[in-house]
């Protein structure tokens, strides 16, 4: 067992969980091409920033919703294969719809503008919102306990790959060809992804509390681990707060195009090389695990992300952007490793279907929340560079402000 613990591939020997993240890498790969697409695509539609940041309202808000009104607590008490087929197979339907708008765009798009894809886009974020606290649950079925930080390492080095990939294959397909084509291959990428997923082996859910419980405790048991859990609180709001005001992403059709004076493809890149560096970083904890410190490193990562926003906002060389982005997601890789491994060994198997959907309501939807920040912030500023270093301003007083708060921590030494 000793030698299996210290193979940091064993859970690639696994069947089912091979089966779980290859089908999950080919979902996120196809979303990463989704991303890049339609933000061009309502770039190209309207050149209006809010109107780009509203993507991220359009999937937040449904994503926020179920898991507030119980994603989590179905993830505990519904088998988790069968969630995760029903939300894959949405997302290959939305995926479907927003080809079918490109075939004939003066049906749809010509009449209505930008709405079929904000509501093809809010039903997806329905779909993420069950599917998220599902995903979380199901893989550590998948493996024995002492594979988990192994599990998580190479579960995120295979979806942070799909974040490089697909950026760029988006980039390149549109480019090159035209969206038709780009919506082509998100919908592929899905239906194999869907195909993969069902292979694996159905798993029994963990038994339940033996403690009696109210319908209302019971949804709200995951907000009572999290807030009652100091380790897990401030790792989670430290990331909130960096990913809500640090992120550059949302902003990068008008950094590519207006600043840089990239393309399509300039894009691609610029979206993928976050993933580049947090892949790169994945490796080498996959290798070199954290022994120490873990909770100083959290710091040190996440101020890094804040710092490399800052210098992205304010750089106007192509090259040295692609630099400070990767430099960000090997930050921003370090700090979801650690926040992690943390979720899947502080929290017990009969509630990680809910503590994940409360992660997901503050870290997931976090991300499309920043989407609406950065817009709204570039409207009220006068602009992307203003908004950008004005997040990534806020992200070093929360670093600061959470380091001296919480002491738990801060002293945090190892993972498990």
């Keep these: 067992m000793t030698e299996i613990k210290n193979d940091p591939y064993a859970p690639l020997r696994i069947p089912d969980f091979s089966l779980f993240i290859s ?44 898991s507030l009104l119980g994603a989590g607590h179905i993830a505990d008490v519904v088998e988790r294969k069968k969630i995760i087929l029903a939300c894959l197979t949405t997302l290959l339907l939305c995926s479907a719809l927003l080809l079918s708008f490109t075939v004939k765009p003066e049906a749809t798009i010509g009449v209505y503008g930008a709405m079929p894809i904000y509501a093809v886009i809010f039903l997806s974020g329905i779909a993420r919102g069950f599917l998220t606290p599902a995903l979380f649950a199901f893989m550590p079925q998948l493996v024995s306990r002492e594979l988990y930080r192994s599990a998580v390492t190479l579960n995120s080095t295979l979806w942070q790959i799909g974040s490089i990939i697909g950026p760029v294959i988006g980039g390149l397909i549109y480019g090159f060809y035209d969206v038709t084509a780009a919506y082509i291959a998100d919908t592929v990428l899905v239906l194999a992804g869907v195909l993969l997923a069902l292979n694996v082996t159905r798993k029994p859910l963990p038994p339940p509390s033996h403690k009696e419980e109210s319908i209302f405790d019971k949804l709200s048991a995951g907000l009572r681990f999290v807030f009652n859990n100091k380790i897990v609180l401030s790792a989670i709001s430290l990331d909130l707060f960096a990913v809500l005001f640090g992120g550059a992403v949302a902003m990068l059709p008008f950094f590519a195009n207006e600043i840089l004076h990239a393309d399509k493809i300039g894009l691609g890149f610029l979206r993928a090389a976050p993933g580049v560096g947090a892949v790169m970083i994945a490796f080498y904890l996959l290798h070199f695990p954290l022994k120490k410190n873990a909770g100083k490193i959290l710091f040190l990562a996440v101020g890094g992300f804040g710092l490399c926003m800052i210098g992205f906002a304010l750089s106007t060389s192509f090259w040295l952007s692609l630099f400070i982005l990767a430099l960000s997601g090997a930050f921003d890789g370090i700090s979801v490793l650690i926040r992690g491994t943390l979720l899947q060994t502080l929290t017990p198997e009969n509630m990680k279907g809910r503590v994940s959907a409360v992660n997901n309501i503050f870290i997931g939807s976090s991300n499309e929340l920043g989407q609406v920040e950065s817009g709204a912030a570039a409207k009220l500023m006068g602009g992307v560079v203003r908004s950008v270093v004005f997040g990534g301003c806020v992200t070093l007083v929360v670093v600061a402000f959470t380091a001296w708060k919480s002491k738990t921590l801060r002293n945090l030494q190892k993972l498990d």
Excluded: H
């Design 23 to 66: 089908a999950r890498f080919l979902v996120t790969l196809a979303i990463q091409i989704q991303g890049t697409v339609v933000a061009w695509q309502l770039y190209e539609i309207t050149k209006d920033p809010w109107a780009v940041g509203l993507i991220g309202a359009a999937e937040v808000i449904p994503s926020i919703t179920v």
